[in-house]
Nanobody, 119 residues
Framework: QAQLVESGGGLVQPGGSLRLSCSASGSTFSTYAVGWYRQAPGKQRELVATVTSGGNTNYADSVKGRFTISRDNAKNTVYLQMNSLKPEDTAVYYC?????????????WGQGTQVTVSS
């Protein structure tokens, strides 16, 4: 069973950068697809970016060209580099790890980290 811990959130001015980390316990993290999601007050949780176990990435249109997702399997960590941040990026950011193996789907969520973009 995996446990996910997000870190790296905080307060940043518009145009600034932050790097979020999603660190996992367990030896099989590399076999999971990992996604970053965010939820702003009063809004539904939305997908921001994903990376497969093979390293393929996908992004929401709203963050393409500004955010980069990457993974370091040796460190059991997935990163979200966020550049050119905008006030509308303000949200709680969550990571999710998922995989399907042997007919069983496993899904784990972290507790979230707050990102606030404001001057």
């Amino acid at each position: 069973q995996a446990q996910l811990v997000e870190s790296g959130g905080g307060l940043v001015q518009p145009g600034g950068s932050l790097r979020l980390s999603c660190s996992a316990s367990g030896s099989t993290f590399s076999t999971y697809a990992v996604g970053w999601y965010r939820q702003a007050p009063g809004k539904q949780r939305e997908l921001v970016a994903t990376v497969t176990s093979g390293g393929n990435t996908n992004y929401a249109d709203s963050v393409k060209g500004r955010f980069t997702i990457s993974r370091d399997n040796a460190k059991n960590t997935v990163y979200l580099q966020m550049n050119s941040l905008k006030p509308e990026d303000t949200a709680v950011y969550y990571c999710k790890a998922s995989r399907q193996a042997g007919g069983l789907q496993s899904v784990y969520w972290g507790q979230g980290t707050q990102v606030t973009v404001s001057s």
